[in-house]
């Protein structure tokens, strides 16, 4: 790794926890400096504006909700499962200590206004996961509207669960979209009454 690589690692690494645990305008460039481990000259040469920083911060959220949600995927090996692993990954997540909600909901609403770049990398990131569900659930058997219908499931539990503590939103999630899917397949929902 090159000294400019490790420089801006340290950068947008710093930034990422300190953007999610205390919003993006909280963070001063003398804070952020500061716990990046370099000078301000340094950090203005690898960024030349916070916008610049909040933009690659947003990149690597995108990188690691893409490859946690496919290594929770891979796990699985029905369409139908796949599309379920979603909310187990969610689960996984709603528990870690650091949990503070979505960071481009966050972003989006702090910054998504004012900062067009914040406004875009939550749309991308948000119309990218609405297609990658929809293509889970469209193998499923679904109707393609059920794509987005899951997908909102998903959503609302990321702030629920980031307003109300509850971990277990990610269950009520996941209990809500399999019924979804069985009644869009046509299958009957077990948990039915019989009598």
Not at 141 to 169: D, N, R, Y
């Amino acid at each position: 790794m090159t000294n400019t690589e490790h420089g801006r690692d340290d950068v947008i690494r710093a930034a990422d926890t300190l953007f999610y645990a205390r919003g993006i305008q909280a963070v001063g460039m003398d804070e952020l400096r500061t716990a990046a481990g370099i000078s301000l000259k340094r950090m203005y040469s690898l960024f030349p504006s916070k916008t610049a920083i909040v933009a690659e911060v947003l990149r690597g959220r995108t990188s690691r909700w893409n490859d946690r949600i496919e290594i929770e995927a891979a796990a699985h090996e029905s369409p139908r499962d796949k599309l379920l692993s979603i909310f187990d990954f969610l689960d996984h997540w709603f528990r870690e200590d650091n949990f503070r909600g979505c960071a481009f909901i966050n972003s989006f609403g702090e910054l998504g206004a004012t900062m067009p770049e914040v406004a875009d990398a939550a749309h991308q990131h948000k119309k990218n996961f609405i297609e990658y569900v929809t293509a889970l659930a469209v193998d499923a058997g679904c109707a393609p509207p059920v794509g987005l219908q899951i997908a909102l499931l998903a959503e609302g539990a990321q702030t629920t669960a980031a307003i109300t503590e509850l971990a277990e939103t990610a269950a009520a999630a996941k209990a809500a979209a399999t019924v979804l899917i069985d009644a869009s397949v046509g299958r009957p929902d077990t948990r039915a009454s019989t009598a």
